[in-house]
C-alpha cells in the first residue's frame, strides 16, 4: 500500500467536473489522481457516496493493480499503449 491519504469527495459536483474535464480532454494534469479514475459508478448512491465507498474498499486500494502486474509490465510501453495480460495473477481474481 502506498502512504496516499485517500481524498474523499464531499459532493457530486467534483466528480462530475473530473468526468467532464476528461471527455473535453481539458482535466489538468493535477487532477488525474487515483480518486478520478474510480469516479464512475452505478448505485442508488448519491454519486460522491458510491464513490467514497468504493475508495474505501478492497478495490479502490491504488495497489490493487500490482496484485495482477509486476511493476515492469504495467508501467511498460506495450502496457500503456494498449491491454496486456497480467503476470502475476489472472484479472478473474478481482
Known amino acids: 500500500m502506498t502512504s496516499f491519504d ?3 469527495f464531499h459532493d457530486d459536483a467534483l466528480i462530475v467536473a473530473i468526468g467532464e474535464g476528461l471527455l ?3 482535466l489538468p494534469r493535477a487532477a488525474w489522481t487515483h ?3 474510480l469516479a464512475e ?3 442508488g ?3 460522491y457516496e458510491a464513490v467514497n465507498s468504493l475508495l474505501l474498499s478492497a478495490r479502490g486500494r491504488r495497489d490493487l493493480p500490482l496484485r495482477f502486474y509486476s511493476k515492469e509490465l504495467l508501467f511498460s510501453v506495450p502496457a500503456r499503449r494498449t491491454f496486456v495480460p497480467p ?3 489472472s484479472l478473474d481474481h478481482i
Open 6 to 8: 485517500i481524498r474523499l
Open 87 to 89: 503476470d502475476r495473477l
Open 35 to 37: 480518486e478520478a479514475h
Open 41 to 43: 459508478v452505478a448505485t
Open 45 to 47: 448512491l448519491p454519486l
Open 24 to 26: 473535453a480532454a481539458t
